[in-house]
C-alpha cells in the first residue's frame, strides 16, 4: 500500500529563515514517482517538481532544493530564503508508475515579513 | 504551454439535485483521473478513466458518481443527487507519457458547494 507522510502540519518563519519541509512515504513498487505541489490560497495545484525512483540526485531549482534519500524513504523540501509569496499549503504526492497520485496531508507554511 | 481546463470554477447547488463537473484535457493526453479536496483536508484521489473505461476507483467513488467522455474530448464527473459532504474542490488531472515519465497535468479546480 501507497502512503505520504507529512508530519509538519504548519510551520511559521520570518522572511529570509530557510525552511525544510519533510515527506516520508511508503511504496512497495521499485518504479514510483514523488512530487510536490504548492496550493496557494487561490486553490489551484501548482507543480513544483517529480523525481523518479531511480534517480537520487539532489535539485535545485532558484531557492527551492529538494533531497531525495531512498534509504530513509523521503522527499524533503527546502526553501532557501523564504518569502512572504512562498506561504501556501505544500503537499508531497506519491505515484506507482502512471497510476493515481497518493498525496500527504499537507504542511502550511506561513512566512511574515 | 497546454492547459487543462475544468469548469465552472464555481458551483453552488441544492442538496439533491444532480451536478456535471466539466474538464478539458491536453488534446495528446492518455490517462484521466478525478481527484476531491475537502476544504483544508488533503487531495483524495476518486477515479481513473483510461481507454473509455474506468481502470481504477476509490472507495469514495460510489454509484452516486460517474465519469464519461461524451464527445471524445470533454472528461465530466457527474454527481447524481448531491449531499452536504459533497461540497469540495473537485481537480482533473490528466497524464501523458513523457519520454517514459508521468507528466501529471491538474486542472485549475472546481469549486462546489452543496447547501
Known amino acids: 500500500a501507497q502512503k505520504v507522510t507529512q508530519a509538519q502540519t504548519e510551520i511559521s518563519v520570518v522572511e529570509k529563515e530557510d525552511v525544510t519541509l519533510d515527506c516520508v512515504y511508503e511504496t512497495r513498487d521499485t518504479t514510483y514517482y514523488l512530487f510536490w505541489y504548492k496550493q496557494p490560497p487561490s486553490g489551484e495545484l501548482v507543480f513544483l517538481i517529480r523525481?523518479?525512483?531511480?534517480?537520487?540526485q539532489n535539485e535545485i531549482s532558484g531557492r527551492y532544493s529538494w533531497n531525495f534519500q531512498k534509504s530513509t524513504s523521503s522527499f524533503n523540501f527546502t526553501i532557501t530564503a523564504s518569502q512572504v509569496v512562498d506561504s501556501a499549503v505544500y503537499f508531497c504526492?506519491?505515484?506507482?508508475?502512471?497510476?493515481?497520485?497518493?498525496f500527504g496531508t499537507g504542511t502550511r507554511l506561513l512566512v511574515s515579513p | 504551454e497546454p492547459e487543462v481546463t475544468q469548469t465552472p470554477s464555481h458551483q453552488v447547488t441544492q442538496m439533491g439535485q444532480e451536478v456535471i463537473l466539466r474538464c478539458v484535457p491536453i488534446s495528446n493526453h492518455l490517462y484521466f483521473y478525478w481527484y476531491r479536496q475537502i476544504l483544508g483536508q488533503k487531495v483524495e484521489f476518486l477515479v481513473s478513466f483510461y481507454n473509455n473505461e474506468i481502470s481504477e476507483k476509490s472507495e469514495i467513488f460510489d454509484d452516486q458518481f460517474s465519469v464519461e467522455r461524451p464527445d471524445g474530448s470533454n472528461f465530466t464527473l457527474k454527481i447524481r443527487s448531491t449531499k452536504l459532504e459533497d461540497s469540495a474542490m473537485y481537480f482533473c488531472?490528466?497524464?501523458?507519457?513523457?519520454?517514459?515519465?508521468?507528466?501529471?497535468?491538474f486542472g485549475p479546480g472546481t469549486r462546489l458547494t452543496v447547501l
Open positions: 488531472a490528466t497524464v501523458v507519457l513523457a519520454g517514459g515519465h508521468n507528466e501529471q497535468f
Open positions: 523525481r523518479n525512483s531511480f534517480d537520487e
Open positions: 504526492a506519491l505515484s506507482e508508475d502512471f497510476q493515481k497520485l497518493v
